[in-house]
Protein backbone atom coordinates (compact mmCIF):
# COMPACT_ATOMS: atom_id res chain seq x y z
CA UNK A 1 0.00 0.00 0.00
CA UNK A 2 1.56 3.01 -1.58
CA UNK A 3 0.51 5.65 1.50
CA UNK A 4 2.28 8.64 -0.29
CA UNK A 5 0.19 8.42 -3.68
CA UNK A 6 -2.59 8.62 -1.39
CA UNK A 7 -1.81 11.55 0.84
CA UNK A 8 -1.21 13.73 -2.21
CA UNK A 9 -4.56 13.16 -4.11
CA UNK A 10 -6.53 13.55 -0.58
CA UNK A 11 -6.32 17.32 -1.06
CA UNK A 12 -6.00 19.57 -4.01
CA UNK A 13 -3.52 18.70 -7.06
CA UNK A 14 -2.35 20.12 -9.95
CA UNK A 15 -4.17 19.26 -13.06
CA UNK A 16 -1.45 18.45 -15.02
CA UNK A 17 0.45 16.50 -12.38
CA UNK A 18 -2.33 13.83 -11.48
CA UNK A 19 -0.86 10.69 -10.51
CA UNK A 20 -1.86 7.60 -11.96
CA UNK A 21 -3.87 5.31 -9.67
CA UNK A 22 -4.69 1.30 -9.13
CA UNK A 23 -6.67 0.09 -11.79
CA UNK A 24 -9.74 -1.36 -10.13
CA UNK A 25 -9.99 -4.41 -12.66
CA UNK A 26 -5.86 -5.44 -12.76
CA UNK A 27 -4.76 -3.76 -9.86
CA UNK A 28 -1.69 -2.48 -12.17
CA UNK A 29 -0.77 1.25 -10.91
CA UNK A 30 -1.59 2.14 -14.62
CA UNK A 31 -5.19 4.33 -14.28
CA UNK A 32 -4.46 7.25 -16.11
CA UNK A 33 -6.57 10.34 -15.98
CA UNK A 34 -8.26 11.41 -19.19
CA UNK A 35 -7.98 15.34 -19.35
CA UNK A 36 -9.71 15.17 -23.11
CA UNK A 37 -12.53 13.88 -21.34
CA UNK A 38 -13.08 16.49 -18.15
CA UNK A 39 -16.61 17.77 -18.75
CA UNK A 40 -17.10 21.32 -16.17
CA UNK A 41 -19.95 23.17 -14.80
CA UNK A 42 -19.67 25.91 -12.57
CA UNK A 43 -20.69 26.17 -9.05
CA UNK A 44 -20.91 29.03 -6.37
CA UNK A 45 -17.89 29.16 -3.78
CA UNK A 46 -21.31 29.54 -1.30
CA UNK A 47 -22.87 26.07 -2.32
CA UNK A 48 -19.38 24.51 -2.75
CA UNK A 49 -18.39 25.49 0.85
CA UNK A 50 -21.94 23.41 1.74
CA UNK A 51 -21.26 20.38 -0.33
CA UNK A 52 -17.34 19.88 0.02
CA UNK A 53 -15.28 18.52 3.41
CA UNK A 54 -12.54 19.39 1.79
CA UNK A 55 -12.88 22.50 0.27
CA UNK A 56 -14.11 24.13 3.22
CA UNK A 57 -11.24 22.89 5.55
CA UNK A 58 -8.97 23.81 2.94
CA UNK A 59 -10.33 27.15 3.04
CA UNK A 60 -9.98 27.55 7.01
CA UNK A 61 -6.39 26.31 7.20
CA UNK A 62 -5.82 29.07 4.25
CA UNK A 63 -7.85 31.73 6.49
CA UNK A 64 -6.08 31.06 9.39
CA UNK A 65 -2.72 31.18 7.78
CA UNK A 66 -3.64 34.74 6.19
CA UNK A 67 -4.40 35.70 9.18
CA UNK A 68 -1.23 34.77 11.22
CA UNK A 69 1.13 35.87 8.45
CA UNK A 70 -0.92 39.88 8.99
CA UNK A 71 -0.26 39.45 12.47
CA UNK A 72 3.64 38.66 11.90
CA UNK A 73 3.69 41.67 9.89
CA UNK A 74 2.05 43.90 11.86
CA UNK A 75 5.17 43.52 14.54
CA UNK A 76 7.37 44.58 12.23
CA UNK A 77 9.01 48.05 12.83
CA UNK A 78 8.96 50.79 9.68
CA UNK A 79 6.64 51.61 7.23
CA UNK A 80 7.96 49.84 3.86
CA UNK A 81 8.79 46.09 4.90
CA UNK A 82 5.45 45.88 6.66
CA UNK A 83 3.19 47.40 3.60
CA UNK A 84 5.53 45.50 0.91
CA UNK A 85 4.75 42.22 3.23
CA UNK A 86 1.04 42.69 2.87
CA UNK A 87 1.08 43.69 -0.58
CA UNK A 88 2.99 40.63 -1.39
CA UNK A 89 0.56 38.07 1.06
CA UNK A 90 -2.58 39.67 -0.59
CA UNK A 91 -0.84 38.88 -3.93
CA UNK A 92 -0.37 35.21 -3.10
CA UNK A 93 -4.01 35.14 -1.59
CA UNK A 94 -5.30 36.55 -4.64
CA UNK A 95 -3.42 34.09 -6.69
CA UNK A 96 -4.40 30.99 -4.74
CA UNK A 97 -6.75 28.70 -6.56
CA UNK A 98 -8.69 28.22 -3.55
CA UNK A 99 -9.73 31.81 -4.08
CA UNK A 100 -10.50 30.85 -7.69
CA UNK A 101 -13.34 30.30 -9.74
CA UNK A 102 -15.06 26.70 -8.61
CA UNK A 103 -16.60 24.36 -11.08
CA UNK A 104 -17.83 20.85 -10.72
CA UNK A 105 -16.31 18.49 -12.66
CA UNK A 106 -16.44 15.41 -14.14
CA UNK A 107 -13.80 12.57 -16.15
CA UNK A 108 -12.62 9.18 -17.30
CA UNK A 109 -9.69 7.40 -16.07
CA UNK A 110 -8.38 4.97 -18.69
CA UNK A 111 -6.01 1.84 -17.73
CA UNK A 112 -3.08 1.48 -19.63
CA UNK A 113 -2.91 -2.11 -19.49
CA UNK A 114 -6.47 -3.77 -19.33
CA UNK A 115 -8.24 -0.33 -20.91
CA UNK A 116 -10.65 -0.68 -18.20
CA UNK A 117 -12.60 2.69 -17.64
CA UNK A 118 -13.85 4.42 -14.34
CA UNK A 119 -15.62 7.48 -14.28
CA UNK A 120 -14.34 10.54 -11.12
CA UNK A 121 -15.99 13.11 -10.13
CA UNK A 122 -15.32 16.14 -7.75
CA UNK A 123 -13.96 19.78 -7.75
CA UNK A 124 -12.00 21.65 -10.04
CA UNK A 125 -10.66 25.57 -9.17
CA UNK A 126 -9.47 27.66 -11.58
CA UNK A 127 -6.70 30.67 -10.03
CA UNK A 128 -7.59 34.51 -10.45
CA UNK A 129 -5.02 35.79 -13.66
CA UNK A 130 -1.97 37.35 -12.77
CA UNK A 131 -1.28 40.63 -14.08
CA UNK A 132 0.64 38.88 -16.63
CA UNK A 133 -2.52 37.71 -19.20
CA UNK A 134 -0.35 35.33 -20.53
CA UNK A 135 0.95 33.17 -18.15
CA UNK A 136 -1.59 30.04 -18.08
CA UNK A 137 -1.82 29.46 -14.36
CA UNK A 138 -2.38 25.45 -13.32
CA UNK A 139 -6.10 24.36 -12.13
CA UNK A 140 -6.93 21.96 -9.13
CA UNK A 141 -8.67 19.58 -8.96
CA UNK A 142 -9.77 17.22 -6.25
CA UNK A 143 -11.92 13.97 -7.19
CA UNK A 144 -14.54 13.03 -4.57
CA UNK A 145 -16.46 9.76 -6.12
CA UNK A 146 -14.68 6.92 -8.31
CA UNK A 147 -17.23 4.39 -10.18
CA UNK A 148 -15.74 1.71 -9.94
CA UNK A 149 -14.49 2.35 -6.27
CA UNK A 150 -10.30 2.18 -6.38
CA UNK A 151 -9.60 0.21 -3.50
CA UNK A 152 -6.97 1.61 -1.43
CA UNK A 153 -5.01 -1.73 -1.33
CA UNK A 154 -5.89 -4.71 -2.91
CA UNK A 155 -8.22 -6.85 -1.98
CA UNK A 156 -6.96 -10.52 -2.22
CA UNK A 157 -9.64 -13.26 -3.67
CA UNK A 158 -9.33 -15.36 -0.60
CA UNK A 159 -10.97 -12.57 1.84
CA UNK A 160 -14.93 -13.15 2.22
CA UNK A 161 -16.89 -11.22 0.20
CA UNK A 162 -19.43 -9.63 2.80
CA UNK A 163 -16.03 -8.50 4.33
CA UNK A 164 -14.39 -7.10 1.19
CA UNK A 165 -17.51 -5.29 0.57
CA UNK A 166 -17.35 -3.23 3.99
CA UNK A 167 -13.67 -2.38 2.42
CA UNK A 168 -14.90 -1.39 -0.40
CA UNK A 169 -17.08 1.26 1.04
CA UNK A 170 -14.40 2.48 3.65
CA UNK A 171 -12.01 3.31 0.24
CA UNK A 172 -15.28 4.85 -1.37
CA UNK A 173 -16.16 7.37 1.66
CA UNK A 174 -12.01 7.72 2.24
CA UNK A 175 -12.30 10.68 -0.25
CA UNK A 176 -15.01 12.87 0.82
CA UNK A 177 -16.08 11.64 4.12
CA UNK A 178 -13.12 10.39 6.14
CA UNK A 179 -15.32 9.62 9.48
CA UNK A 180 -17.85 7.48 7.51
CA UNK A 181 -15.02 5.73 6.06
CA UNK A 182 -13.72 5.42 9.52
CA UNK A 183 -17.18 3.99 9.96
CA UNK A 184 -17.29 1.70 7.20
CA UNK A 185 -14.23 0.28 8.54
CA UNK A 186 -15.30 -0.95 12.01
CA UNK A 187 -17.90 -2.72 10.18
CA UNK A 188 -15.41 -4.48 8.29
CA UNK A 189 -13.49 -5.43 11.46
CA UNK A 190 -16.59 -6.90 13.02
CA UNK A 191 -17.22 -9.02 9.72
CA UNK A 192 -13.51 -10.23 10.29
CA UNK A 193 -14.03 -11.37 13.64
CA UNK A 194 -17.30 -13.04 12.81
CA UNK A 195 -15.31 -14.83 10.42
CA UNK A 196 -13.00 -16.14 12.78
CA UNK A 197 -15.96 -17.18 15.24
CA UNK A 198 -14.82 -15.39 18.21
CA UNK A 199 -18.02 -14.76 20.23
CA UNK A 200 -18.53 -11.47 22.12
CA UNK A 201 -21.77 -8.99 22.39
CA UNK A 202 -19.84 -6.09 21.28
CA UNK A 203 -16.19 -5.45 19.13
CA UNK A 204 -14.06 -4.74 22.14
CA UNK A 205 -15.20 -8.10 23.57
CA UNK A 206 -14.78 -9.89 20.48
CA UNK A 207 -11.29 -8.50 20.03
CA UNK A 208 -10.60 -9.25 23.57
CA UNK A 209 -11.91 -13.15 22.77
CA UNK A 210 -9.62 -13.53 19.72
CA UNK A 211 -6.54 -11.95 21.27
CA UNK A 212 -6.68 -16.04 22.86
CA UNK A 213 -6.11 -17.32 19.27
CA UNK A 214 -4.88 -14.32 17.07
CA UNK A 215 -2.93 -12.46 19.51
CA UNK A 216 -0.85 -10.55 17.08
CA UNK A 217 -3.53 -9.61 14.69
CA UNK A 218 -6.12 -8.72 17.78
CA UNK A 219 -3.40 -6.24 18.97
CA UNK A 220 -3.66 -4.57 15.49
CA UNK A 221 -7.15 -4.51 15.75
CA UNK A 222 -7.83 -2.78 18.56
CA UNK A 223 -6.26 0.75 18.16
CA UNK A 224 -7.93 0.54 14.65
CA UNK A 225 -11.65 -0.37 16.25
CA UNK A 226 -11.14 3.62 18.27
CA UNK A 227 -10.83 4.81 14.85
CA UNK A 228 -13.84 3.38 13.75
CA UNK A 229 -15.65 4.69 16.93
CA UNK A 230 -14.25 8.33 16.48
CA UNK A 231 -15.89 8.02 13.21
CA UNK A 232 -19.28 6.52 14.01
CA UNK A 233 -19.33 8.88 17.27
CA UNK A 234 -17.98 11.97 16.08
CA UNK A 235 -16.05 13.36 13.28
CA UNK A 236 -12.20 13.95 14.29
CA UNK A 237 -10.67 11.90 11.81
CA UNK A 238 -8.03 12.43 9.08
CA UNK A 239 -7.49 11.18 5.79
CA UNK A 240 -4.29 10.71 7.06
CA UNK A 241 -5.16 8.57 10.12
CA UNK A 242 -7.42 6.14 8.23
CA UNK A 243 -4.29 5.78 5.62
CA UNK A 244 -2.25 4.80 8.56
CA UNK A 245 -5.28 2.11 9.46
CA UNK A 246 -6.09 0.79 6.37
CA UNK A 247 -2.37 -0.18 6.12
CA UNK A 248 -2.45 -1.88 9.77
CA UNK A 249 -5.47 -3.88 8.58
CA UNK A 250 -4.23 -4.97 4.95
CA UNK A 251 -1.49 -6.74 7.88
CA UNK A 252 -4.65 -8.31 9.15
CA UNK A 253 -6.49 -9.55 6.10
CA UNK A 254 -3.11 -11.01 5.30
CA UNK A 255 -3.93 -14.31 7.10
CA UNK A 256 -6.21 -15.45 4.82
CA UNK A 257 -3.60 -15.70 1.96
CA UNK A 258 -1.42 -16.92 4.68
CA UNK A 259 -4.17 -20.05 5.55
CA UNK A 260 -4.37 -20.18 1.46
CA UNK A 261 -0.96 -21.12 1.33
CA UNK A 262 -1.08 -23.46 3.99
CA UNK A 263 -3.87 -25.44 2.19
CA UNK A 264 -2.04 -25.33 -1.27
CA UNK A 265 1.16 -26.53 0.51
CA UNK A 266 -0.07 -29.41 2.44
CA UNK A 267 0.24 -31.93 -0.59
CA UNK A 268 3.74 -31.09 -0.94
CA UNK A 269 3.90 -31.36 2.85
CA UNK A 270 2.48 -34.97 2.74
CA UNK A 271 4.68 -36.24 -0.35
CA UNK A 272 7.70 -35.37 1.03
CA UNK A 273 6.92 -36.32 5.08
CA UNK A 274 5.79 -39.82 2.82
CA UNK A 275 9.51 -39.72 1.34
CA UNK A 276 11.82 -39.01 3.81
CA UNK A 277 10.18 -40.87 6.74
CA UNK A 278 7.19 -39.44 8.42
CA UNK A 279 7.48 -41.79 11.54
CA UNK A 280 10.99 -39.18 11.94
CA UNK A 281 8.61 -35.40 12.51
CA UNK A 282 8.53 -34.59 16.13
CA UNK A 283 6.24 -31.44 15.20
CA UNK A 284 2.43 -31.79 14.40
CA UNK A 285 1.40 -30.33 11.03
CA UNK A 286 -1.15 -28.54 11.70
CA UNK A 287 -3.07 -24.78 11.20
CA UNK A 288 -3.74 -22.76 13.69
CA UNK A 289 -7.59 -22.11 14.17
CA UNK A 290 -9.57 -20.16 16.64
CA UNK A 291 -11.00 -22.69 19.99
CA UNK A 292 -14.44 -21.94 18.69
CA UNK A 293 -13.92 -23.97 15.64
CA UNK A 294 -12.42 -27.23 17.27
CA UNK A 295 -15.43 -27.42 19.34
Known amino acids: MDIELWKRI ?18 GLTL ?13 EKSLLKSSRKFRSEKEMRRVKLEESQEVLKEKDGFWLPMLGALATALSDYNDPINGDTFLFNCFLICSHCGESTVASGVLLEPNNGLDKKVTKAKQIKIDHFSPTIPIFPLSINIPKALAEELLDAFKHFHF ?13 ENF ?20 TRPEEASYLE ?9 THKSDVTELDL ?17 ARFDELKDVY ?26
Open 10 to 27: SGFVDLGTYPELPCSNCN
Open 32 to 44: KLEKESIQIRAIS
Open 177 to 189: DPPSSASKLRRAI
Open 193 to 212: CLDMQVEGSNLNRMIQNLAK
Open 223 to 231: PLKLVGNEG
Open 243 to 259: LYAFQMFQFVLELYDRN
Open 270 to 295: DKLAERYGKDKLQLEHKQAVPEALNN
